[in-house]
């Protein structure tokens, strides 16, 4: 068998030297650079299977080296090491075209784990499935029950596409009714660890002192009541997915568990001395800004690095009007065979007046205003059918405000107009505005001034 070719960018000499080691012990061939240049010049002249890089060097970023070879060398996979503060970078990097990632330090176990990974995902990648999606303009789409035709829920399935094969860990946020845990299912049963378990535990509904018992388990006389040992949802989520739904709501103690379960990969029943290894990808959901959260003393900020190495935003509805009828075309054929009712269409009325809502449940609200429109019409769904508070709203006229504004306040007020009015299409907005994207992304970053971009 031929070996594999691995290129190993690492401004840390030492480093490089251990590096190289460890893998000429594991029977790859390596090659060496400490910057980015070189790297590239290496990748144009030779022949690398995987390229494996730092993310901070001085001069050129590594960040720059993962993007340059996802551009040109598409075919090689990357595998980036990162130092722990700055876990945060690995998301860029996956984002970027890195399949996998390692925190320093490793043991060469680690390492080798993570090669052979890479090496075996270049062949899922490339062939087909992994790739960015080809989507046709303004066509519904439908992935794993994740139902739209907007940019927005277009670039979430291209990322859940993204991380369903990895173990990586991820922060889906978004507001109440968007659909956070369907897509935690969709990652989870489009990936390759479907066949193993999906557990979903809701952190909010579970009382605070069971939460670590029912999350770790316990161990025979660890409390009044223990009278055997007990899994918890971690060792029966082993080998699959854990769904840490509505993370923000668990308790200090709960916190610094979790944390060492990312960390060391392994827990500890209550009531026992010793850990045990775990296997589990953790994907965690909240409506809460967690990272305000975690700025303020409310939430562990190294626990929200350490979950927020994806992040997923799960946009509300109103910002993606193009999904309402794709969605209420769904909604009413899933009822309309649980209510034996086939052929039921929505009036033209209606259609108006589901798209100009501002639907504050998102698409929970939705779903249950077909339910109930479904259950009292007959053949078609008029505005009858819908609630009061539907019609009344769309009659609304927007207060016109006078308060006198600067020409960037109005000038970013109708970027977010034509932005909203293309389901966040930037390309399409910048057209329309008559900018570049660049130019465009620039005037966004600025009026936001401090807040975070997520993603
Ligand atoms: N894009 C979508 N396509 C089809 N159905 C969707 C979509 N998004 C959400 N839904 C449906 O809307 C309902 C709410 O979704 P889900 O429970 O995943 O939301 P959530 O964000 O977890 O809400 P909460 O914060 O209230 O728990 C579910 O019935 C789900 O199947
Ligand atoms: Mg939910």
Not at 90 to 118: N, R
């Amino acid at each position: 068998m031929n070996k594999k070719r691995i290129l190993i960018v690492d401004d840390s000499f030492d480093m490089l030297e251990v590096l190289q080691r460890q893998l000429n012990a594991l029977n790859y061939v390596t090659f060496q650079s400490s910057n980015v240049n070189d790297a590239i010049d290496i990748l144009e002249h030779s022949d690398v299977d995987l390229l494996i890089t730092d993310l901070q060097m001085p001069v050129q970023n590594g960040m720059e080296l993962v993007k340059y070879t996802a551009r040109h060398f598409p075919n090689i996979p990357v595998l980036v090491i990162t130092g722990y503060p700055s876990v945060a970078g690995a998301v860029e990097a996956v984002k970027s075209g890195a399949m996998e990632y390692l925190v320093k330090p490793f043991t060469i176990k680690e390492l080798q784990k993570a090669v052979e990974k890479a090496l075996a995902q270049r062949a899922v990648k490339f062939e087909g499935d992994g790739q960015k999606t080809k989507w046709k303009n303004d066509q519904p789409v439908s992935y794993w029950g994740i139902i739209g035709q907007s940019e927005g829920i277009k670039e979430l399935i291209d990322l859940i596409r993204r991380v369903k094969d990895t173990k990586v860990t991820t922060l889906i946020t978004g507001e109440s009714g968007t659909g956070k845990e369907l897509v935690a299912r969709a990652i989870h049963y489009s990936g390759k660890y479907s066949k193993s378990p999906f557990i979903a535990v809701n952190c909010g509904a579970i009382p605070e002192n069971l939460l670590e018992s029912e999350l770790f388990g316990f161990v025979k006389g660890a409390f009044t009541g223990a009278y055997e040992s007990r899994a918890g949802f971690f060792q029966a989520a082993d080998g699959g997915t854990i769904f840490l739904d509505e993370i923000g709501t668990a308790s200090g103690t709960v916190q610094t568990r979790l944390l060492r379960v990312i960390q060391e990969k392994e827990i500890t029943m209550v009531g026992a001395n010793k850990p045990q290894k775990i296997d589990v990808r953790i994907i965690a959901a909240t409506n809460s800004d967690l990272y305000a959260m975690s700025k303020n003393g409310k939430f562990r900020e190294d626990l929200y690095y350490r979950l927020n190495v994806i992040s997923i935003t799960t946009p509300p509805l109103r910002d993606r009007r193009s999904d309402v009828l794709p969605l209420a075309q769904h909604f009413l054929q899933k009822f309309s065979k649980d209510f034996n009712k086939e052929g039921i269409t929505l009036s033209k009325e209606v259609a108006g007046l589901l798209k100009s809502y501002a639907w504050p449940g998102n698409i929970r609200e939705l779903e249950n205003v077909i339910q109930r429109a479904l259950i009292l019409c007959d053949g078609e769904i008029t505005a009858g059918h819908l609630p009061d508070y539907i019609k009344s709203a769309s009659q609304e006229v927007p207060a016109e405000t006078t308060i006198l504004r600067t020409l960037k306040e109005v000038e970013y007020e109708h970027i977010l107009k034509v932005l909203q009015a293309v389901d966040h299409n930037k390309t399409e907005a910048a057209r329309i505005l008559g900018i570049n994207r660049k130019t465009l992304r620039q005037k966004l970053i600025n009026q936001s001034g401090t807040k975070r971009t997520t993603g």
